[in-house]
């Protein structure tokens, strides 16, 4: 397989909620600029490892962490990293679109304002252009000051996109971020994955096979906690070397 | 067929009890209203009292009663709201620091109002204000070591604290994790998270705390019988250090301490009667200050 620069790394990743063990022996190069899909079946441990890459399982209690992820060469299990810094690298797009029941300017000024931005002609840009990489602006520019709640529900999860992209990411991490969608919203993220990832190393976890087939570069498919196989997603959708991942990208079990 | 009389039976036994809980609170309000009726008068709620109580108004008491319960949300209401920040936001659930603190809250909750004003006697008037006094003897008229609304508002600011750290508490864990998720997300630290995302979200429940605590504080009278209410006072409270009427200590006192308890039996009612009132009218400010807020949130 032919690889670009590296942009994450995980290396001989254990993750164990209490005694139960959720990854096992993860080892994962996830280049640049490219898209990276996450598939396999309920419980396998794709969300689990994308909450990993923005250590967002340290909120959980009982988690307990074994290997390392390597983001530009830094170990972010490491002591002493952090972890606030490191999130501002990482945007998030969760499953639930979750706006904050504020306006939508302040949604997306949120992250620019808690770093410390107050110049008001500075965030309007800012808005305005994540608004625009969202694909979204056009939806919204007359009613910048509505509740981000009272818009429908895909245009909420590009609003949460737009809010992730004003703090200047370099990875998009997105959990099923189109699960909750129709057809035509879901086309629209999709859309709008592909042009992100000129600027952005994105991963996406996704229950959604042909989804992971259009809008990805790579795919890995994990199975009880495992990998069972990473490769280009042209092969694993067309010539996989493992049954088991051809049992699953064909619908015989999932 | 026994099944469906049993049912029946059930819901008219549920709708009864119903019935009564209303039923009791109309014969409480429609006798003391009735009981009353004579002294409800403009004048009775803007005068002080005069001859022993046997006539006047109560105006001091009302005046007493709304700055007590004012200041003790002052002090109360900060208070619960941070301790409650910590029990849900920072604190481990499961550590016995958590847990200690959690049995204080109820223990707190359990504690009969005198021993709040026994320990504010023994805590407020004679730690506090007596080393108060000693600190700065000599510099000044004022006493620290006698009861005032200071003290007896601190005092039922701990009698209403487990009120306010319930149900903000509450409130803050009804706070979706995903907003806090988003927050962290973005970079922004848990302190940020918690001021900007999850507080704000839960300010209606703040200001159910606060409502329950003023329906509390402005109907308990054991608290401040010994720090700070007074029997009868010819003016009105002007600075922390002054003693203060209040209603139901007002009412107390006409009901055993009167010269001629007869006499004010027809004030009693009356006072009571604006004691409700009161009480519902402070309640009624907050839930439309609630309302307010929530409608601008949305």
């Keep these: ?254 | 067929m026994n099944r469906k009389i049993f049912g029946a039976s059930f819901v008219l036994a549920s709708a009864a009890s119903a019935a009564v809980i209303v039923a009791v609170i109309l014969i409480f309000m429609i006798t003391i209203m009735i009981g009353g009726w004579d002294h409800l008068t403009w004048e009775f709620i803007t005068a002080a009292p005069e001859e022993g109580m046997t006539a006047g108004g109560i105006f001091p008491a009302i005046v007493g009663t709304v700055l007590l319960v004012l200041l003790m949300s002052l002090a109360g209401v900060p208070i619960g709201t941070i301790t409650a920040v910590y029990l849900s936001e920072y604190a481990n659930r499961n550590s016995i620091f958590t847990k200690m603190i959690r049995f204080a809250v109820n223990t707190l909750a359990g504690v009969p109002a005198i021993v709040f004003g026994l320990f504010g006697v023994g805590f407020f008037i004679q730690f506090v204000g007596g080393g108060m006094d000693s600190f700065l003897s000599g510099t000044g008229e004022v006493h620290w070591r006698q009861g005032n609304i200071l003290w007896a508002s601190l005092t039922m600011a701990l009698l209403t604290l487990p009120v306010v750290i319930v149900s903000v508490e509450e409130a803050l864990r009804s706070v979706p994790g995903d907003y806090r998720e988003g927050s962290l997300a973005l970079g922004a630290t848990k302190f940020q998270t918690i001021v900007k995302i999850v507080l704000p979200n839960a300010y209606t429940g703040i200001l159910t705390g606060t409502i329950l605590a003023v329906g509390r504080g402005a109907g308990e009278v054991a608290p401040i019988l010994f720090t700070g209410a007074a029997y009868y006072l010819p003016h009105l409270p002007s600075s922390l250090s002054d003693q203060f009427m209040q209603l139901g200590y007002h009412l107390y006192i006409m009901a055993t301490q009167s010269p001629d308890v007869e006499a004010t039996l027809s004030i009693q009612y009356a006072t009571a009667f604006v004691l409700l009132v009161l009480t519902f009218l402070l309640n009624f400010a907050a839930i439309i200050l609630r309302s307010r807020l929530r409608a601008r949130a949305r």
């Design chain 1, 1 to 254: 397989m032919r690889m670009q620069s590296t942009k994450i790394k995980a290396e001989n990743l254990n993750l164990f909620y209490g005694d139960k063990q959720a990854l096992r022996n993860i080892n994962l190069v996830i280049p640049a600029y490219k898209v990276t899909a996450l598939i396999g079946p309920s419980g396998c441990g794709k969300s689990t490892f994308i909450r990993t890459l923005n250590r967002m399982n340290d909120l959980i209690d009982n988690v307990r962490i074994e290997g390392s992820v390597v983001i530009d060469g830094t170990d972010i299990y490491k002591k002493g990293i952090d972890v606030v810094e490191l999130r501002k690298k990482i945007g998030m797009i969760f499953q639930k679109s979750n706006p904050f029941p504020k306006s939508i300017y302040d949604n997306v000024a949120y992250g620019p304002r808690i770093n410390g931005l107050r110049d008001k002609k500075v965030l309007d840009q800012i808005v305005e252009q994540s608004l625009r990489h969202a694909a979204i602006w056009d939806e919204v520019k007359d009613d910048l000051k509505k509740s981000g709640l009272a818009l429908s529900g895909g245009q909420q999860q590009r609003l949460c996109i737009a809010r992730a992209l004003a703090v200047q990411p370099e990875i998009l991490l997105m959990d099923e971020p189109a699960s909750a969608l129709d057809p035509i919203a879901t086309a629209k993220i999709e859309e709008l994955i592909y042009e992100l990832k000129e600027n952005y190393t994105i991963v996406i976890v996704t229950h959604n096979m042909q989804q992971a087939a259009r809008v990805s570069d790579f795919t890995a498919f994990f199975y009880l906690g495992e990998i069972i196989e990473y490769d280009e997603t042209k092969r694993i959708f067309t010539t996989p070397k493992e049954k088991r991942t051809e049992d699953y990208v064909t619908g015989r079990f999932g």
